[in-house]
């Protein structure tokens, strides 16, 4: 009587069990590399260099300054000076954390500070900036998100520095916070100021 050997096959039979498991971990590993590979804010955008979307908003209802109705976005808006275009809403809690410092960059009379108001309802849009402070010198009110769509916003909020050509120079994904305000978004800011001077 002859005996067959089991070993090949016990031996496949292993390899099939840890195949799952090794394609896992490699997945695994992959996802972690990539999770740790540079700065989440810095996701690419195909607007760099390119001129800003002829964007045209009224202000949001009701919001004055001095006065005055504050006024909505026009195309013209984003060239003749460097531009930090803020795209907020009242719904959105990061840009509760972030209006302290659009209020400083504010400050900087070098530059403009516009807004976007996404998806937002004209009434909490006024008790936001009525709480937080005003940095806009115009804000537009999309309240379809057909604007927020042709600048390619993530989500809210994301900023913008645009040239004094109108072009785009820089997006920020996410909030402003104290370390990217020096660390990126400043320096950004400066670059623009330094181009064409």
């Known amino acids: 009587m ?4 089991t070993e090949p096959a016990r031996g496949r039979r292993r390899w099939m ?42 202000g949001i209802a009701g919001l004055e300054r001095d006065g005055k109705p504050v006024p909505g976005l026009t195309a013209a808006d984003f060239k003749g000076a460097v531009t930090v ?17 659009l209020m ?17 309802e004209a009434r909490n849009a006024l008790q936001f900036l009525a709480r937080y402070g005003n940095p806009y010198a115009a804000t537009g009110a999309d309240l379809r998100g057909r604007a927020g769509i042709e600048w390619g916003v993530y989500g809210v909020p994301e900023t913008f520095v645009i040239a004094r ?33």
């Open 165 to 197: 050509d109108g072009t785009i120079a820089y997006k920020l994904v996410g909030p402003i916070t104290e370390r990217n305000l020096d660390s990126v978004l400043r320096p950004e800011i400066e670059k623009a100021l330094a181009k064409g001077s």
């Open 17 to 58: 069990l840890l195949l799952p498991l090794l394609v896992f971990l490699g997945i695994a590993g992959l996802f972690l590399y990539r999770l740790g590979a540079g700065d989440p804010s810095a996701l690419p955008s195909a607007l760099i260099g390119r001129p800003a979307p002829a964007t045209e908003l009224p």
């Open 104 to 120: 400083r960059l504010a400050e900087d009379k070098r530059i403009r500070i516009l807004g976007l108001n996404y998806k937002d």
């Open 2 to 5: 002859t005996t067959v050997s």
């Open 85 to 101: 275009f803020n795209v907020w809403a009242s719904w959105c809690v990061p840009c509760r954390e972030e209006a302290p410092l």
